[in-house]
């Protein structure tokens, strides 16, 4: 994604609906890879992929912006 400042970042997200999940968010989307895993897989994959990256909060905040990082 691009923020109105032009910072490019990215986001790791769990969800069920791919498709509206990425509706919900105030900015063009570009899908990078989706993996279908079991929860408890997800959740461990997503806490060890976001322990390594530098955080970054987003300009316009929405729902998962905490999971965003550059």
């Known amino acids: 994604m691009i ?3 032009g910072t490019i ?3 790791i997200g ?3 609906n791919i ?3 990425i509706r919900q968010i105030p900015y063009e989307v570009e899908l990078i890879k989706s ?3 079991d929860k408890y897989e997800s959740v461990y994959l997503e806490k060890s992929l976001l322990k ?3 955080p970054y ?3 316009i905040k929405f729902s998962g912006y905490t999971e965003c990082f550059i």
């Open 9 to 11: 970042f990215y986001k």
């Open 14 to 16: 769990l969800t069920n």
């Open 19 to 21: 498709s509206n999940r």
């Open 3 to 5: 923020d109105t400042d």
């Open 35 to 37: 993996v279908e895993l």
């Open 52 to 54: 390594d990256v530098l």
């Open 57 to 59: 909060i987003p300009l």
